[in-house]
């Protein structure tokens, strides 16, 4: 079963609620941190490095013996990652989305794909729990492609049971990550800003067409509006997590709160029991 966690904008606690979630649950499972631009799951976990490795993105590079200067690259480029001047293609690594078009329309066979390092996939372990975080090369654009070298890894296959932290938002990093999930889980908060991002959140996984519950997070800050909205759009609330200052403190530590304050762990069990029932299509305890 793959689960995402997600959210409609940052500092709802979604990195908070996947670490913890996963460490409450005392199983082999692998975490994914799909936030590649600000991956900072490990940050918590401290688990060991294991294997680290290149993730790469396939740029075009020309053959300027064989180019005649067609342009033919350049017109079926959408990303202006080619332009053709006085009959030479100039290649734009940072636009190039990698998909291979301009080789393959290529009249004089000109053109070659290359490897273009944009990020690095590392693999940490702890415990039960594994963790492959994909983390994007400063100034890169393209986080999707890690992602998806994140997805891919060999080792999501062998675990029955994967975690994915996804990045925030509502963009194509966040689709992507998304995608292929048995379950989402929306992490938010009960603030104006919390509930407008909620509702984005909410219209982006019905788009993907996959099941998905709430948590909300901070639970007392702000007002119930969260809830009223949930219980009219007919979703799951499957967990509330107080707006505890000791959650604060031990978070920015860098601690596990399941782990130094163990009454919690209580809590995050009876979440994952609902989501395990949600994802099953089953009943879970409805959170008022």
């Not at 080619?82 to 329309?105: K, M, N, Q, S, Y």
Request: hydrophobic fraction near 40%; proline fraction near 5%; aromatic fraction near 6%.
């Amino acid at each position: 079963m793959k689960i995402a966690i997600a959210s409609g904008k940052g500092g709802t606690g979604k990195t908070f609620f996947s670490v913890n979630l996963a460490h409450s649950l005392d199983r082999e499972l692998l975490l994914l941190d799909c936030d590649v631009e600000e991956p900072n799951v490990n940050l918590f976990l401290k688990g060991e490095l294991v294997e680290q490795r290149d993730s790469t993105l396939l740029v075009p590079q020309v053959d300027l013996d064989l180019c005649d200067g067609c342009r033919v690259c350049a017109d079926f480029c959408q990303f202006n990652a080619i332009a053709v001047i006085r009959g030479v293609p100039l290649i734009f690594e940072d636009l190039c989305h990698g998909c291979g078009g301009c080789t393959l329309f290529c009249p004089q066979k000109a053109m070659d794909d290359t490897p273009h390092k944009i990020g690095v996939i590392s693999h940490y372990h702890k415990g039960k729990i594994s963790l492959i975080e994909g983390r994007l090369d400063v100034g890169k654009a393209l986080a999707v492609p890690v992602i998806r070298d994140v997805k891919g890894d060999k080792e999501v296959a062998k675990h029955p049971l994967v975690i994915l932290d996804a990045p925030p938002g509502t963009s194509c990093p966040v689709v992507w990550s998304l995608s292929g999930c048995d379950l989402a889980i929306l992490v938010t908060e009960g603030t104006p800003f919390g509930l407008h991002d909620l509702k984005l959140a909410v219209e982006t996984v019905r788009e993907v067409g996959i099941p998905f519950g709430v948590v909300v997070n901070r639970d007392g800050l702000g007002d119930e509006r969260v809830v009223t909205y949930c219980q009219e759009e007919n979703i799951p609330v499957v967990g509330k997590i107080p707006n505890d200052r000791e959650i604060a403190t031990l978070y920015a530590q860098g601690k596990i709160v399941v782990d130094e304050l163990p009454h919690y762990r209580a809590l995050f069990t009876q979440i994952w029991e609902n989501i395990a029932s949600l994802a099953k299509g089953g009943r879970y305890e409805r959170v008022q």
